[in-house]
Each structure stands twice: as C-alpha cells, then as structure tokens.
C-alpha cells in the first residue's frame, strides 16, 4: 500500500505580531508661515525704527525642505481563519526633521538701506511617533490596509532681531521670541505589504499627519540701550501646516506567537 500523501500546508495568515524598520521622506504640505501681531501701540514690529511709524500686521513665509524620515515599528495583526479582512494595531517612531528660517521683508520705509533683520524660524521634529489602527483586505501573501489613529510631534518657532545699525539698514530695536510644544494630532493613509517569505514582508505606505496648528510667542522689544519699547510684547504668531509622509519597510513577523497560523 501506498504511504497517504502529506497533508496540505495550512493556509497563509496575516496573523502574529511583528517588528520592523523604514525608510522615505517627508513634505510639508506648505511652508508654515509667520505672522507679526505687533503691541499695544504698534500694529507690528519689524522695521521698528521711530515711535511714530505704525506698519500693519502682516506674515512672511519660512521654507521647508524634504525630510528623510526613519525609524522602527511594532504591530499586532488578527486574521479570522477563511476572511480576507485582517486587523491590527501598530505603533511607529522615528526621525523626522523639517527646519527653515527667513527675514522678514517688510521693511521701514525710512531706513537708507535695507538689510533684514527680523528672522523667523521654524521647525517640525527631530522626533515623531504613531498609534495606529490598521485594516487590511488581503490576496493570500499580498494586503492592501488603510490605517489612522494619533501622531505626536514637536513643533518650534522663534523670532530674533539682533541688529540696531541703521546705518546698514536695521531697525534699532532688539527682540528675542520662541516657543516649544509638543502636538497630539491625527494622521490617516494607506498602503500595501507582500509577505515574500512566512516571517518577511516589504511594505510601501503613504501616511498624512495633519498639523494645522499654530504656534504664539511673544517678547519685550529694547533699544540697544537696554529702554524698553513701549505697549508691551510684541506677539507673532507661527502657522504649521500638515506633512506628506512616504516610505519604505521591512516586517518580521512571529507567527504563532499570540496567534497562531
């Protein structure tokens, strides 16, 4: 008599937990913008330069290159035994950077030459990090997922003014403004994984953190002397728009190890 043959390998399954690294870039959705709010007795403060001149509020923008983004993740996913749905939960940090920093070009109309003076600066990272829910649909080795959840990162922005040569064009006032936060925010996307052995699998996904927050400082503005300005700080305010993130992954996963396959 013939030996049975050997029974079938069990079918794939997304299920197990894992962990894994990444690489890509990151892009600001636009470049955050700075907006002078000036003080009691001045509409704003750039360009200060005589008691009587009152300029208007207004903004000026603060480029921001692409970032490298890297970092790690750690994930469970739940597969039901004959669906295509698979569930998960994943958490993800890593380095991402964005920095920039631009004059200010308004400048006071009486000054004999124009140097800026008034710089903004702008920054988003060096750190990020995510909480996530994951759905898949998943072809055997391949799974399309939508995932959302939280994402948390640091912002910061200052405003310093450290020229009061106005035979060189700068205003004769002083100025020195930051602030720091660190911003709980949501972020949503998607992607694709093909698991190219039981255990490994490439990944290529897209996520949004969405920002749209702005950040306020102010600060008491002297003359070269040490007098103080008067009608109080001058105020600034620093939107931040969201980020464009795109990368890609490799996963090992422990089958078995809280599901098995």
């Not at 870039?25 to 709010?37: G, T």
């Not at 597969?79 to 950077?97: A, D, K, N, W």
């Not at 959840?149 to 100025?175: K, Q, Y």
Request: aromatic share 14%; charged share 10%.
């Amino acid at each position: 008599m013939k030996a049975p043959p050997p029974p079938a390998p069990p079918p794939f399954t997304w299920s197990g937990c894992y962990i894994g690294g990444f690489a890509g870039a990151a892009v600001s959705a636009d470049d955050p913008s700075f907006n002078d709010l000036g003080n009691a007795n001045f509409r704003s403060y750039s360009g200060g330069f005589v008691a009587g001149r009152l300029e208007n509020p207004h903004a000026w923008g603060v480029s921001h290159d692409t970032s490298f983004i890297g970092g790690g993740t750690l994930g469970c996913n739940w597969q039901t035994p004959g669906s295509p749905f698979v569930l998960g939960i994943e958490g993800e940090g890593g380095y991402l950077s964005h920095d920039g920093s631009a004059f200010d070009p308004l400048r006071a109309p009486n000054l004999v030459a124009v140097t800026p003076d008034v710089l903004g600066s702008a920054g988003i990272g060096d750190w990020y990090a995510m909480v996530t829910g994951r759905l898949g649909y998943a072809w055997d080795r391949t799974m399309i997922y939508v995932k959302g959840g939280a994402a948390f990162l640091e912002a910061r922005s200052s405003v310093v003014d450290t020229c009061t040569a106005t035979a060189i064009g700068c205003g004769n006032w002083l100025i020195s403004t930051g602030a720091t936060e660190t911003i709980t925010t949501w972020t949503v996307g998607g992607g694709i994984e093909w698991a190219f052995a039981p255990n490994w699998s490439l990944k290529g996904e897209y996520m949004f953190i969405g920002l749209d927050e702005s950040l306020g400082s102010c600060g008491t503005a002297t003359l070269a002397s040490g007098a103080v300005v008067g009608g109080g700080p001058f105020c600034f305010n620093h939107s931040f728009d969201g980020i464009h993130t795109a990368k890609i992954g490799l996963n090992y996963r422990f089958n078995g190890f809280f599901w098995g396959r």
